[in-house]
């Protein structure tokens, strides 16, 4: 990575001002339901305590509550899950401050092994649109700051790009890890490279096929978007979703895979519903066999032979999107196998990587997200690396 980090800053006597991606899921009451985004920033926070930072002051955003203040998105939940993780801690404490005089005094009182966290900075209206004034003022609270926020470094936001315009600006520890594993595979692939791609929508995912396409060995294709590419070969896929704007772009990223000698997998068979849900009448056809009135929710056993196949020889896994409706258990079955292809893969010493918000999902729900050697924290920050994209959070940070 040819980013500064935590690790370049001599922390005595400095105040750490920290971008965190604590944007957690939560239950109706307001309780943290999974914490895997506050465990992932303990290293830098944990860091700092340690390198006798002069106290820690903590910032992020917390849901949509569109730049107007809204106790449903406090981050008083965060905090005491945060205090309860972190008893290395002195005091974790809060503030209902985002910026202005408390939140300055707030920050001042700090001392060594002391925590802060501020309010939701989205309670401001000035943190989407990347307000030079609301950054200049968040600079205010530190005397470095410390991104590792990879979830939201997609968005040029004040608490992500621009207030690292105002102070010396360093990746965390989560930053780095994010940026090698994903950023690493791409600019130095081990081979064979091969990538599984899936999820809703061929739209959403045209960049980042279109990316990979210049760098894999083999790309497998499921999920929904797989219908508009068999469309595209002129395959009949009854109720299936597809997006009848995208089979040209379908067709030319077919024609691009066969120029760049990339191996491009399509289903040879799916698993077929009479309607779109968990107890309709399900059946497993060849593609070109799906009656009116049916629809795709998963990729068949062939297919899901033929994929395994394929990973059983890669060194280097990357997998976005899920195979089928892997929310549904009777079309799960696609997604799991595949989450297991790559957990024996990286069992024979294979590099695996899985990146999106439903992927990551799917994986944990599969029971094997321990077994990958990267489960990536950003949905859709990872996916921008994916297409190739620079992201402006990380830009902003001092070259090393
Ligand atoms: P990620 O968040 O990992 O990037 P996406 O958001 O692109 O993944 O896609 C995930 C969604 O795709 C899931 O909600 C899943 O139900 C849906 N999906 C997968 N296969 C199909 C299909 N055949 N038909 C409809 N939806 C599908
Ligand atoms: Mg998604």
Not at 70 to 94: C, D, G, I, Q, T
Not at 310 to 328: C, D, H, K, S, Y
Request: aromatic residues 4%; proline residues 5%; negative net charge.
């Amino acid at each position: 990575m040819n980013k500064q980090t935590i690790r370049d800053v001599e922390w005595a006597g400095k105040r750490a001002l920290v971008r965190v991606d604590f944007n957690v899921p939560q239950d109706d009451a307001g309780n943290v339901t999974d914490d895997t985004r506050i465990r992932a920033a303990l290293p830098s926070i944990r860091y700092l305590l340690e390198h006798g930072a002069n106290g820690v002051v903590l910032m992020s955003h917390l849901g949509r509550p569109k730049g107007k203040a809204n106790p449903k998105y406090s981050m008083r939940p965060v905090v005491e899950r945060l205090f309860e993780l972190l008893p290395e801690a002195r005091e974790v404490r809060k503030t209902e401050a985002i910026t202005g005089p408390a939140a300055e005094a707030a920050a001042t009182a700090l001392g060594p092994g002391m925590v802060l966290m501020l309010e939701n900075t989205r309670f401001d209206p000035r943190e989407e649109a990347n307000d030079p004034a609301m950054a200049a003022e968040l600079a205010r609270l530190g005397d470095v700051f410390v991104n590792d926020a990879f979830g939201a470094a997609h968005r040029a936001n004040a608490s992500t790009e621009g207030v690292a315009h105002f102070l010396p600006a360093v990746a965390g520890f989560l930053m780095e890890k994010e940026l090698e594993f994903i950023g690493g595979a791409l600019e130095r692939p081990k081979r064979p490279f091969v990538t599984i791609i899936g999820g809703a929508k061929i739209s959403d995912k045209i960049g980042v096929i279109d990316n990979l396409l210049g760098k894999v060995d083999a790309l497998l294709i499921g999920g929904g978007m797989a219908n508009t590419f068999l469309l595209a070969e002129g395959r009949q896929l009854g109720d299936s979703l597809v997006e009848p704007d995208s089979v040209g772009v379908a067709a030319e990223l077919i024609a691009k895979a066969r120029t760049a000698n990339v191996r491009l997998l399509l289903p040879s068979d799916t698993v077929i519903a009479d309607a779109f849900s968990a107890d309709a009448a399900r059946q497993t056809v060849a593609v070109d066999a799906v009656p009116t009135g049916w629809r795709v929710l998963d990729i068949g056993p062939r297919t899901v032979q033929a994929y395994r196949d394929e990973i059983a020889r890669a060194q280097l896994l990357i997998w976005n999107g899920p195979m089928g409706v892997f929310e549904l258990e009777p079309f799960a079955a696609g997604t799991r196998a595949i989450a297991e292809a790559m957990a024996e893969a990286g069992a024979r010493g294979a590099t695996t990587i899985v990146g999106g918000g439903d992927s990551v999902a799917a994986v944990e729900q599969a029971g094997l997200a321990d077994r990958m050697s990267h489960v990536s924290t950003g949905g859709g920050a990872s996916l921008e690396l994916l297409e190739g994209k620079t992201l402006p959070g990380v830009a902003a940070l001092l070259d090393r």
